[in-house]
C-alpha cells in the first residue's frame, strides 16, 4: 500500500459496562461484566486502518499518565506511526464511559482531556510531513478550530480528507467546502440537515443538502442497512451483510478506517464504501472498541 493515511484525532481509554438495557434519565440499572480497552475516535480509526494493511501515522494528545502510556504502546502493536502523538503534562488522557445493552446498543460520555489540547502547532508539525495524495481522517473529538484549521490548510486538494462528523454537532459550509467525503451516521446528518433520516429515501433528502453545502461526496452510514454514497452523480445504497450485533461501539469507526485503506489502495468510491459495510458487520459481533477491528485476513 503506497498511499499514506494520516489520523489527526482522539485517543480515549474505554470503561464499558454490559447491562440489559441502557438506563433512563434519572434512572439506576444493575450491570453485569465491565471491561477497560482502548478507545477514542482518532485511535479506532487508526487501528482499523492499519489491522486491514493500512501505513498509519496517529496525530493526537495524551496525558503524562498511565493511560497515555497505553495507548501509545498500543498503538505500537498495531505498527501504527506515533512520532506526533504529543503529551500533555497538565491535562489527563481522554477517557470514555460506555454502556452496551442486550442488542448492542450503547450510551457514550466522554471526558476529553489532553484531545482538548491537541492545538494548531502540534498538528501543523505533522501536516508539513504529509506527502501529496495523503488520506486525511479526522472527526470531532478534538478541538474545532484545530479540525477547521487542517481541512483550511489542505483545502487545495493535494491530499484527500475525509471527515466523520462525530460526536454530532453542526458545521459551517465553508469547511464542508474543504472536505473530499463526510461520512455521518443518521444522527449526525439529521443535526446538519434538519432532515430527519429514517430509510433510504429520507438519506437521499439528507446528502443532497450535504452536496448542495459543497461537500464533495457523502456516505451516510445506516447501520444494519448499510451505507448511501452520494455525490454529483447521483447516489446508491450500498447494503450491509446481515449479522448477528452484539455491540456497536466503533462500528462508524471501523468503517472509516476501512473505507480509507480500501481508498488508499485504488478502490472506487463505492467499492470503498462496500468493504467498509463488509468490515463494519464484522466489528459489531464483537465487544468493544479497538479490539471489536478485524484484521484483512478475517475480512
Known amino acids: 500500500m503506497n498511499v499514506p493515511i494520516f489520523v489527526i484525532g482522539s485517543i480515549n481509554t474505554d470503561m464499558v459496562v454490559r447491562t440489559p438495557e441502557l438506563p433512563r434519565s434519572g434512572q439506576t440499572v444493575m450491570g453485569g461484566d465491565f471491561l477497560?480497552?482502548?478507545g477514542g475516535k482518532g485511535a479506532n480509526q487508526a487501528v482499523a486502518a492499519a489491522r486491514l494493511g493500512g501505513?498509519?501515522?496517529?496525530?493526537?494528545?495524551?496525558?503524562?499518565?498511565?493511560?497515555?502510556?497505553?495507548?501509545?504502546?498500543?498503538?505500537?502493536?498495531?505498527?501504527?506511526?506515533?512520532?506526533?502523538?504529543?503529551?500533555?503534562?497538565?491535562?489527563?488522557?481522554?477517557?470514555a464511559l460506555i454502556s452496551v445493552d442486550d442488542a448492542g446498543n450503547n450510551q457514550i460520555v466522554v471526558a476529553p482531556g489532553a484531545n482538548d489540547t491537541l492545538g494548531i502547532a502540534e498538528v501543523d508539525a505533522a501536516l508539513a510531513q504529509i506527502p501529496d495524495g495523503t488520506i486525511v481522517l479526522l472527526q470531532l473529538e478534538i478541538p474545532f478550530?484545530?479540525?477547521?484549521?487542517?481541512?483550511?490548510?489542505l483545502r487545495p486538494g493535494a491530499c484527500h480528507?475525509?471527515?466523520?462528523?462525530?460526536?454530532?454537532r453542526a458545521l459551517p459550509a465553508e469547511l464542508l467546502g474543504g472536505v473530499h467525503l463526510l461520512t455521518p451516521n443518521e444522527t449526525e446528518?439529521?443535526?446538519?440537515?434538519?432532515?430527519?433520516?429514517?430509510?433510504?429515501?429520507?438519506?437521499?433528502?439528507?446528502?443532497?443538502?450535504?452536496?448542495?453545502?459543497?461537500?464533495?461526496n457523502v456516505a451516510v452510514t445506516l447501520g444494519a442497512r448499510g451505507a448511501l454514497l452520494a455525490n454529483g452523480s447521483?447516489?446508491?445504497?450500498?447494503?450491509?451483510p446481515q449479522v448477528e450485533a452484539i455491540d456497536t461501539t466503533a462500528a462508524g469507526d471501523c468503517f472509516n478506517g476501512?473505507?480509507?485503506?480500501?481508498?488508499?489502495?485504488?478502490?472506487?468510491?463505492?467499492d470503498g464504501v462496500a468493504h467498509a459495510c463488509r468490515v463494519a458487520s464484522i466489528s459489531v459481533t464483537r465487544r468493544g472498541a479497538q479490539d471489536s477491528m478485524p484484521y484483512a485476513s478475517e475480512v
Not at 478550530?145 to 490548510?153: I, P
Not at 480528507?161 to 454530532?168: F, Q, S
Open 258 to 270: 476501512a473505507l480509507a485503506v480500501a481508498l488508499a489502495g485504488g478502490a472506487s468510491l463505492h
Open 145 to 153: 478550530e484545530t479540525v477547521r484549521h487542517v481541512v483550511e490548510k
Open 189 to 216: 446528518a439529521e443535526l446538519l440537515t434538519g432532515v430527519a433520516v429514517h430509510d433510504e429515501e429520507s438519506a437521499r433528502r439528507a446528502a443532497a443538502e450535504l452536496l448542495a453545502s459543497g461537500v464533495e
Open 161 to 168: 480528507v475525509l471527515l466523520d462528523p462525530a460526536p454530532a
Open 36 to 38: 477497560v480497552t482502548a
Open 55 to 95: 501505513d498509519v501515522t496517529m496525530v493526537a494528545n495524551v496525558g503524562s499518565d498511565a493511560f497515555g502510556d497505553q495507548a501509545i504502546a498500543g498503538l505500537g502493536d498495531d505498527d501504527i506511526g506515533c512520532a506526533f502523538v504529543t503529551r500533555d503534562h497538565d491535562a489527563p488522557s481522554g477517557v
Open 234 to 240: 447521483g447516489s446508491d445504497l450500498i447494503p450491509a
